[in-house]
């Protein structure tokens, strides 16, 4: 499809999905599952999870009545416009002003450079009536940061944009059709002007007279659209790679190469220990992201429940835990993905095999809804107030509560001894938060040498990233095994899923071995044993490994993979799609004439053929 084809095919979709979430009716869940299957990005995904929930958990009880109603029957549709074109991470930098006026009573938005220009909200280039806009609000010349505002764009009539609107399409983003179903946008003020009660007043308030109101609760509630999309982002996270990995795991079954006898049959790739040491691990991944995924869930449910009764104590940690989950399980996802291409080898780059438009409209999830570098710094900041404050009577709780225990995970050494040790979940969790701890520790030391700490942290912040991101796994593990812990029906699906929870971690270590080793977490012995262990564990899943894909209950048609076929009908099939091709629909391509036969008669009169 063209662009404009595309484009124009999603809203079809995109309304279908809405006319039958209505018709049927569906729950929410099953609106949730119908999207998931709709299967391409298109501007409901910013209407439902960003514009809705931020009029939900910005605006007043007088704002939830008037705008929700039309929001929820789609009469009209929103996005969430904060970042900008010279403006993305840093959102206090934000130019877009809104400037009250007492004697209009009205705010006048404006977009003073172009840099100032929105860009990026998807929803924003083509469909959006409405939007949630961040903007410095200025009252009698003061700046009072950035706030959000809901702001019509066009008319409701015709869909023109409205006087003092500048709006379009930001262009064709990466890969073939991807993320290009939807309109990403740019917008421009020029003197906007909107009435007061459009500033999203649950958190701050601008009076008839023009004065500012800060609220007593968090400013940093103003964020918490996007803390709620990051926890989501988790489990799409755990979908995408279960994805990439169904469709390599049944073909590395198929795929034969080398090991014939006799003339016998060749052996399946997946046989091969290299294939196993770059498959299994990211097998595992899936389900490890999923478990966590259903706790992030649990702790956002938490989160949101303590702050409607005004109980901001775990808003710091369910910030560090989606910021950094977010980052770590989308990197994760997005080298998985282009890893299992890798795995299917040549076919793995065909578009057919599915793997390069999943790779093409998912990596994108390391930008989004925050920078992953940007987000982890946010968690090294939680973990460095966190090590600062060891020692003062506050204890650490939740995710950090293994800090508490710092004295004893700063000098203890790891008592594996043999490599079944590895299987004992107390030595593996205490292996990770030891090496955990001890990053943090050793930035937190190397911080305070550094007499201003925001110098320090510019110096350190690869280490802090690092530090970031071994907190991160360390979070993953141990959900993995509390799920273990718990009810799981059948003991050969506990036993498979103990096995997937050791590569998970095992592999982990593999990979970071530098960050165990230099920070005592184990010896170099240990991590022989760990790698000796890692290969039996292989050699188990490998039976299981079909059906431990095939439990994703992926239909053929939702993968879209010649090569991760159900049926494993692979050969036929890709000959099938070939033929497909356009520029087989001639046996002489256009073109012959006019570039390849002149090419060739000159040749053959200059060689005298
Ligand atoms: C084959 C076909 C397959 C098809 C598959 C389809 C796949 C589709 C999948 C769809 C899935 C999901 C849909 C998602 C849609 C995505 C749409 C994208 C939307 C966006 O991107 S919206 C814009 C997002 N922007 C960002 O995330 C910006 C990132 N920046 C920030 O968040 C912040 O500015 C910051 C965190 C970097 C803060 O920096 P700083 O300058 O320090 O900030 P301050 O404002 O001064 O605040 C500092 C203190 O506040 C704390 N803080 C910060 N953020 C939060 C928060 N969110 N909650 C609570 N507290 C927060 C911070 O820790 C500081 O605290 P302290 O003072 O230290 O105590
Ligand atoms: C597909 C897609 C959809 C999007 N949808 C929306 C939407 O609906 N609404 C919306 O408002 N926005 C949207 N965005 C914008 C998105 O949120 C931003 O692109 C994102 O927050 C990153 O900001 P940036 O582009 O300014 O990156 P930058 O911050 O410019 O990042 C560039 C580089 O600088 C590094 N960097 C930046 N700051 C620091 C720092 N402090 N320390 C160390 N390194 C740093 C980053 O790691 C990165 O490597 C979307 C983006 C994409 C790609």
Request: proline share 4%; hydrophobic share 40%.
């Amino acid at each position: 499809m063209t662009r404009k084809e595309l484009f124009k095919n999603t809203l079809r979709k995109s309304v279908h999905a809405w006319k039958l979430i209505n018709e049927l009716p569906l729950s929410d869940d099953e609106s949730l599952m119908l999207r998931h299957f709709m299967d391409q990005p298109g501007f409901l995904d910013l209407h439902w999870r960003m514009f809705v929930p931020a009029i939900k958990g910005q605006g007043t009880e007088e704002q939830k009545q008037k705008w929700l109603p039309l929001a929820n029957k789609m009469q009209i549709i929103g996005c969430y416009a904060q970042t900008e074109l010279g403006h993305g991470s840093n959102v206090q930098g934000l130019e877009t002003t809104a400037t009250f006026d007492p004697q209009t009573d009205q705010f006048i938005l404006h977009s003073p450079t172009q840099t100032s220009s929105k860009w990026w909200p998807g929803g924003l280039g083509k469909v959006s009536t409405h939007a949630v806009i961040y903007a410095r609000l200025i009252t009698d010349g003061k700046d009072h940061g950035v706030h959000g505002f809901i702001v019509q764009l066009r008319n409701m009539d015709d869909h023109s944009p409205l006087p003092g609107i500048t709006i379009g399409d930001i262009g064709v983003k990466f890969g073939n059709g991807a993320y290009n179903s939807m309109d990403n946008g740019f917008l421009m003020f020029d003197k906007f002007c909107i009435p007061r009660d459009q500033m999203l007043m649950r958190l701050s308030k601008v009076t008839r007279e023009g004065k500012y109101v800060p609220s007593d609760v968090p400013r940093q509630l103003m964020y918490g659209t996007m803390v709620s999309v990051r926890q989501t982002i988790v489990s799409n996270a755990s979908i995408a790679m279960a994805r990439a990995v169904c469709i390599a795991t049944r073909y590395s079954a198929v795929r034969r190469q080398f090991g014939s006898q006799n003339g016998g049959i060749e052996t399946q790739v997946i046989d091969y220990k290299t294939q196993q040491n770059r498959l299994f691990p990211l097998l595992a991944s899936a389900y490890a992201f999923r478990f966590v995924g259903e706790w992030l869930k649990w702790l956002y449910t938490d989160v949101t429940q303590r702050l409607e009764a005004s109980d901001f104590a775990t808003l710091p940690e369910a910030h560090a835990c989606t910021a950094g989950l977010k980052s770590m399980t989308t990197s994760a996802t997005s080298d998985g993905i282009e890893e299992c291409r890798k795995l299917c080898g040549g076919h793995g780059y065909l578009w057919c095999s599915g793997l390069p438009e999943l790779f093409a409209v998912y990596v994108p999830a390391c930008t989004y809804e925050g920078d992953n570098v940007v987000l982890q710094l946010q968690v090294a900041r939680f973990l460095m107030k966190t090590v600062s404050q060891l020692g003062s009577g506050k204890a650490p709780a939740g995710t950090t509560a293994y800090m508490g225990r710092a004295k004893h995970l700063l000098q203890c050494r790891s008592s594996i001894r043999k490599a079944e040790d590895w299987l004992n979940p107390a030595m593996v969790l205490e292996t990770f938060e030891a090496r955990a701890l001890r990053m943090a520790v050793s930035c937190a030391n190397n911080l305070s040498k550094f007499e201003n700490q925001e110098q320090g942290f510019s110096e350190l912040l690869a280490d802090l990233v690092e530090a970031a991101i071994a907190h991160c796994q360390l979070i993953v593990v141990s959900k993995f095994i509390v799920k273990l812990e718990g009810e799981i029906k059948g003991k050969g699906v506990k036993n498979q899923l103990k096995n997937l929870c050791y590569i998970y971690a095992l592999h982990l270590i593999h990979k970071h071995l530098g960050d165990f080793l230099s920070t005592n977490s184990i010896t170099s012995e240990q991590a022989s044993l760990a790698n000796h262990q890692l290969r039996s564990l292989y050699t188990q899943v490998r039976p299981n490994a079909v059906a431990l894909v095939d439990a994703f209950d992926y239909t053929d048609h939702y993968l879209g993979s010649v090569l991760g076929r159900y049926d494993g009908n692979v050969y036929p099939k890709l000959f099938e799609e070939a033929l497909k091709d356009p520029l087989n629909d001639t046996v002489v391509p256009d073109g012959y004439h006019e570039y390849i036969r002149p090419l060739i008669k000159q040749h053959l009169r200059s060689a005298r053929l």
